[in-house]
């Protein structure tokens, strides 16, 4: 077996220091985790959340370089191509003081591949998970997965004895509204340990004194209290008062006062996620609109002209701020697959999508709802204002409806919705996890996030072979031709790729994460 050997002494953002200082570090965002349950929600701030209490087999640093995590050693077989081998830590111990080994991988692993977890596209091509031995582990993929490991970088480790004794074997049905003792308790091998939990009113945090990377991370944030503000007013204000010391969503009309305050400092990064619109093309009639016996989003000219009726630039000058970059992809930058050609931004020619609006029968146009989150993006629902004004000029009569995340994403996966916002950020660097999520027909292995009811039993095909396609310049022509179907049908009404602006007290030392997930063992306090 030939292993990929990585040492974790040159991959730390932040070199080993020890316990230099010891203190309390007081967090707020936007909006709060969804769910403890590791396999339940696959959702930025949730995941964030998580990673203080949790860990997977490889995790991402704070500039978003793979680094070993419960794993040591990873990489493909020499014998076997279809196979790849991991060397678990050992030593570790989750926060009830049980051991963490190979069982509790397994477990874990064929866990997030169950029909309610949000994870099992990551694990599509999993044939099997397997021990080799206490401390090896054997994934073997329905032939040769090139980019296995960049699937586990949020993939969280569970204590198979604790899930089974606290009956959460079976992952939390979020979407179905499901209550489980997983959603709501934590026993991690993470480097804090749960103290408290009340959603969307705190969640504090401690030192696990007992953490394998005590001495190799700074450590110094010793405890976390984690208050979601949904108020951007409030939030700020908490920021400025000291009430907090970090808050990772500064709003952009605050961004010059937060920066020019006493103590006080912002930094700012593109973010790797996309903010877009999404729209039901796939069922005969719909329920959201005023049209009886059809559904005018299934035409093809009316989605290119919603598409270029919407201003990317002045939702980036008016509403942003500046503080964002338009988009004409639904893939950041950062992903392979990703070309500055696809990206380009569709010039706004409210003309010409009349026209389109006019060919496709509806000259008078139409009403439906928009579904929008309101805590979840920066300035999400903001964003869903402006663009009812810019459809508007198209005869596109829209009907806002924002809401709380926890309401509005299980309008998607469970098909309530017939237009919506969504943002995707992608954790494995490549177009294979944005086809498995969006663009894949909805069934029990993919698409669970495609709430465009499109359907394309040839491209699910090309999309499924991905996994297994080692010669990377034939994927990557295979991606390519998948981007062009995506384009050139309009699935999706892309927006803007996301800059992130985090505020904090000067004393907080850190880098922007492009994942927007602070991972509070590498933060040092001045």
Not at 124 to 131: D, F, G, I, P, Q
Not at 256 to 263: C, K, L, Q, T, Y
């Amino acid at each position: 077996m030939k292993l990929l050997k990585t040492l974790l002494a040159t991959t730390m953002l932040i070199g080993a220091s020890g316990i230099a200082q010891a203190e309390t570090l007081r967090w707020a965002r936007a909006g709060d985790s969804l769910t403890l349950d590791p396999h339940a929600q696959n959702e930025g701030p949730t995941s964030a959340l998580a990673h203080q209490i949790m860990e997977p087999l490889i995790m991402r640093d704070m500039t978003g370089k793979v680094v070993p995590a419960l794993a040591t050693e990873w990489g493909p077989s020499a014998d076997n191509p279809n196979e790849w081998h991991f060397k678990l830590r050992e030593g570790v111990k989750f926060h009830d003081g049980a051991d963490f080994d190979s069982e509790d991988a397994v477990f874990s692993l064929e866990r997030a591949m169950t029909k309610d977890s949000d994870f099992k596209e990551l694990l599509a091509s999993v044939k099997s998970v397997r021990a080799d031995g206490k401390y090896g582990l054997i994934i073997e993929t329905n032939g040769p997965n090139p980019i296995m490991a960049n699937n586990l970088t949020n993939m969280f480790m569970m204590d198979k004895g604790w899930a089974e004794a606290n009956n959460a074997v079976k992952v939390q049905d979020y979407e179905g509204g499901e209550e489980t003792f997983a959603a709501r308790n934590a026993n991690g091998t993470g480097p804090y340990k749960l103290v408290s939990r009340e959603p969307d009113v705190k969640t504090v945090m401690t030192m696990n004194e007992n953490y394998w990377g005590k001495d190799e991370f700074p450590m110094q944030v010793t405890e976390i209290i984690y208050t979601p503000i949904q108020n951007q007013a409030t939030r700020v204000a908490a920021l400025l008062s000291g009430e907090v010391d970090f808050i990772q969503d500064v709003p952009v009309q605050d961004l010059a006062r937060v920066d020019g305050a006493d103590g006080l400092k912002v930094q700012t990064a593109p973010q790797n996620r996309v903010i877009f619109f999404g729209m039901n093309q796939g069922d005969a009639d719909l329920k959201a609109d005023d049209v009886d016996g059809k559904n005018p989003l299934a035409d093809l000219r009316v989605r290119q002209a919603m598409n270029m009726a919407i201003n990317r630039e002045a939702i980036k000058k008016i509403v942003m701020r500046d503080q964002s970059i338009p988009a004409g992809m639904i893939s950041p930058p950062f992903v392979n697959g990703w070309t500055a050609e696809l990206d380009a931004v569709p010039a706004t020619d409210i003309e010409k999508a009349k026209g389109l609006m006019a060919d496709a029968g509806y000259a008078d146009g139409f009403s439906i709802r928009l579904d929008c989150p309101n805590d979840r993006y920066i300035n999400d629902e903001a964003i869903c204002q402006a663009a009812v004004g810019m459809l508007a000029q198209i005869g596109v009569k829209v009907q806002l409806d924002a809401k709380p995340k926890a309401q509005h994403f299980p309008l998607i996966n469970n098909l309530e919705t017939d237009f919506y916002m969504l943002g995707w950020g992608v954790p494995t660097y490549d177009s294979e996890y944005i086809f498995n999520f969006l663009v894949h027909t909805k069934g029990e292995k993919y698409g669970s996030w495609n709430g465009t009811r499109f359907s394309n039993p040839e491209l699910d095909k090309v999309i499924e072979s991905l996994a297994a396609e080692t010669d990377l310049p034939k994927r990557n022509g295979m991606i390519a031709d998948i981007w062009k179907v995506v384009q050139d049908e309009q699935l999706y009404l892309p927006i803007h790729h996301q800059v992130l602006n985090w505020g904090m007290a000067d004393k907080v030392d850190t880098v922007v994460a492009p994942d927007d997930a602070a991972k509070f063992k590498y933060f040092k306090l001045n």
